[in-house]
């Protein structure tokens, strides 16, 4: 169809990375990110797999547990190279938390925390995005302390209105709201990008399957001449069904045609951010610049290993994932031996003019050139032969430490 081939197939549109599996995720992020590098191009993808994602709803899924969700998300972090690539990070997991206990919201926020430094570590050019939920959902203070306590401060800013229909103008008084209420808290400097891909419309109830009063809002760019906006986006490509006539994230031509019929065409030469639309699976649809990085790593880091023993109990092996000029970032992979464990502790000693200056999924401690690294208390208990990682960044230069690993 014309209709679709030229008002929406042309767009960018979000890649979404929704299929939970670790042996394909750093590969199939690699692959978009490529060939959006090779036609100089912003690749815009999603991060989602959070465990119990939509709370069981009509786009469950995700990662069986946060111990896996981590190794997930360092995956998908070593596919991300080197250039700008935009990461729009786990759709409604800090706006709808109705299915989580209390002890579950802080794993959750603590995780995506971890995940966003875990991106960045590996790619500072990208902008990582978290979630902001919509204007007609929960209140901007209430989002807002849900993103400082999901560690936005890491982050580039906040998305809005991924899968939803709220008036652009709704949304865009909602971030400054949002952002107002971040720096009332003392973070600073965060922005918003906004899915426009169905916002042209009524906005209505939340699924579009069986309605045809929905149309394709602004055209995705990265120029939205407002300071506080980093794009509008087309995060949920039109034309993928909400779930409740059709499995969520199928493709509908005849959705796609009805958002797009009525919609002037893109204007000449307008800008896209990503190679090509993504067909994967979107969720369904939920009730100035961004900083510039102060380092980019090796393009093509060479990977070095070494293992490290603890009498059977646990082993542990260290990976330098990426390299810069007077810093790298560094693996560690803690795995239980024949018997299950509930703790565990690494040790290493560090090269001469090496420091740490950051580490996730693991509590560290220095003395002198000593590092030790205690699991935290979502990754302690391991069954036998399973495994779990940490991750840090240092400076100085790359070396392969000798680990020592004990457990109880």
Known sequence: MPVIRDKVASQSQARWMANFNLSTVQSEVSSFVSAANAVNQVPVLTAYAIPNRDCGGASAGGAPDLNQYQQWISGYARGLGSRTVIVIMETDALALQTCLSGTEIQ????????????????????????DGGHSAWNSASEQGSRLASAGVQYADGFFTNVSNFQPLGNELAYGRSIISYLQGRGISGKHQVIDTSRNGGVAGDWCADDNSDRRIGNYPTLNTGDANVDGYLWIKPPGEADGCSYAAGSFQAGLAYSLAASAPYPPAGSPTASPSASRSSSPSASPSGSPSASRSPSASPSPSRSSGGGGGACSATYQTIGSWQGGFQGNVTVTAGA??????????TLANGQSITQLWNGTLTTSGSSVTVRNVSYNGSLGA????????????????????????
């Open 107 to 130: 794993q959750r926020d603590q995780a995506i925390s971890t995940g966003v430094q875990t991106l960045k570590a590996a790619n500072p050019n990208a902008k990582v995005y978290l």
């Open 339 to 348: 018997s299950p464990i509930s703790n565990w502790t690494v040790t290493w």
């Open 385 to 408: 032969g399973s495994s779990t990682q940490f991750g840090f960044t240092g400076t100085g230069n790359v070396t392969t430490p000798t680990l020592s690993c004990t457990a109880s």
